[in-house]
């Protein structure tokens, strides 16, 4: 057992790493990007970048989760191989039918929604990545299967590695236009896809078994509309501002929510720990008080990390970023509070984990993916940027309040909603106070204040009872 505990906590480490890894590596390169990319350029990479998201969710259709219960079901190798190839080919399939779209709406896509008929050489240029990254995520998923971690991380990391590089060196010597930078990327796979073929090509037999496929297909099936709820929340509010306002603004609010994922890099770790964690201390007597102060204090270190964010994001933008882009600050903040919310859901869901109640939190997003696309319909004609702002911050302050009332139905976990809402929106006022300040270029000193402010509010509200509590204390 114990040998078990510490690959776990080996293997944690490393997909850790390679996590954290790969985000620095991103963040380094975003402003290098747009150094050599005009803001509408830079907002075609984004839509192109949104819409090859959806394709990936489509090509994966749910059958991550597939495999994962199929490998693991049966003890035949070669039962084993049949549901890898079986995926593999599913997966290319999907890409294939793809292709035929592009041939068939690549024109107008191009022209109407890019605002260039050339650019459609970019999607059949995204679909090539996309087939040969296909190819890498299958491969890499039965590596970690095998517990081959280190190979899932060496070469998940090279790819980044590559992809920063290449992309770089053609945007720098080649042609500083979107074209280069996706070129870029896909010779990276390419590159990748040859170094792996050694270790893929038995996953790349042909080999398709009807009911194999539909076995697959019929656990996959359900898993996909989550999904599909998830990329609309992410994603929609980019083609409503491309549709009600322009690819500048694109470009400009896609820096802001590729900034907004600074948080994850505290986050990420924290997510990948959590399941097994509760899992592991659910049975144990006390477990709601332990869970009742990682509720408030995870609820805390994202608070004050969105307002240090929202202190900080001027001088990011100034100092690492063309001057084009500059106004994407003021978003950078409450966009890292979407952020936030859609890790701190699967925090204080653990109850619908318990219980085996997680369809609620299907539906939950696709009523919140519903609301998003109303929201941004209502918002983003009259204020743009800030409107996209209100329709993700409402629809995960939507969906985090439902889930958690949910879950504390099934599992109730000694935590105050009221305190943890009033932490939350004085929050909100004052990262709004930062922004405004910042806006209007007012004195230093009101930042200061917003911070006091915020800190008085926290403990008027006596979070420490919260971390002092025993059961002792209650009345059972």
């Keep these: 057992m114990l040998s078990q505990i510490k690959r776990l906590g080996a293997d944690s480490l490393l997909y850790a790493f390679m996590n954290v890894g790969t985000k620095l590596i991103a963040f380094v390169m975003l402003p290098v990007y747009t150094s050599f990319l005009s803001k509408t350029q830079y907002g075609v990479v984004d839509i192109l970048d949104r819409l090859t998201s959806m ?95 280190k190979k899932v991380v060496l070469f998940t990391v090279l790819k980044m590695l590559l992809v920063a590089i290449l992309s770089y060196m053609a945007l720098k010597f080649w042609t500083p236009t979107p074209g280069a930078l996706f070129i870029g990327r896909l010779i990276s796979s390419v590159v990748v896809f040859v170094l792996m073929l050694r270790m893929t090509w038995n996953y790349l037999e042909f080999r398709i078994d009807w009911l194999v496929l539909k076995e697959l297909l019929a656990y996959a099936a359900p898993l996909a509309p989550t999904s599909i709820a998830f990329w609309v929340i992410s994603n929609s509010s980019t083609f409503f501002i491309q549709g009600f306002s322009s690819l500048e603004e694109v470009g400009v609010f896609g820096v802001a929510l590729r900034l907004a994922m600074m948080i994850t890099l505290v986050t990420s770790g924290v997510q990948m720990a959590w399941r097994p964690y509760s899992m592991s201390v659910k049975d144990k007597k006390d477990s709601p008080y332990i ?70 939190i299907t539906r939950i997003f696709a009523v919140a993916a519903l609301l998003n696309i109303g929201l941004n319909f209502a918002l983003v004609p009259f204020f743009t940027g800030w409107g996209a702002v209100v329709a993700n911050l409402v629809t995960y302050v939507f969906a985090v309040s439902f889930i958690f009332r949910k879950s504390q139905q099934v599992y109730y976990v000694p935590v105050s909603f009221a305190k943890m809402a009033f932490l939350f929106v004085n929050m909100v006022i004052s990262t709004a106070a930062i922004v405004y300040v910042q806006e209007n270029n007012m004195n230093a000193a009101f930042i200061l204040l917003s911070w006091v402010y915020f800190c008085v509010m926290m403990l008027a509200s006596r979070v420490d009872r919260d971390f002092r509590r025993r059961p002792a204390m209650e009345n059972f």
């Design 55 to 149: 394709l990936t969710f489509l090509v994966i259709f749910g059958t991550d989760s597939a495999l994962s219960f199929y490998y693991y079901d049966t003890k035949d190798e070669n039962k084993r191989l049949l549901y890898v190839q079986n995926v593999m080919y599913f997966r290319l399939f999907v890409v294939g039918v793809l292709f035929l779209l592009v041939v068939i709406a690549g024109p107008w896509f191009s022209e109407k929604i890019l605002e260039n008929p050339h650019y459609v050489d970019l999607l059949y240029v995204n679909l090539l990545t996309l087939l040969l990254d296909t190819i890498f995520v299958v491969a890499t998923t039965v590596m970690r299967f095998e517990f081959q971690t």
């Design 291 to 360: 869970f009742a102060k990682i509720y408030m204090a995870l609820l805390l270190l994202g608070l004050f990390g969105v307002m240090a964010v929202a202190t900080v994001s001027p001088w990011i933008m100034k100092t690492f970023f063309a001057p084009g882009y500059y106004e994407a600050y003021q978003y950078v903040a409450f966009l890292s509070c979407v952020t936030f919310l859609n890790f701190y859901y699967l925090i204080i869901s653990v109850g619908l984990f318990f219980k085996k109640e997680t369809g609620y």
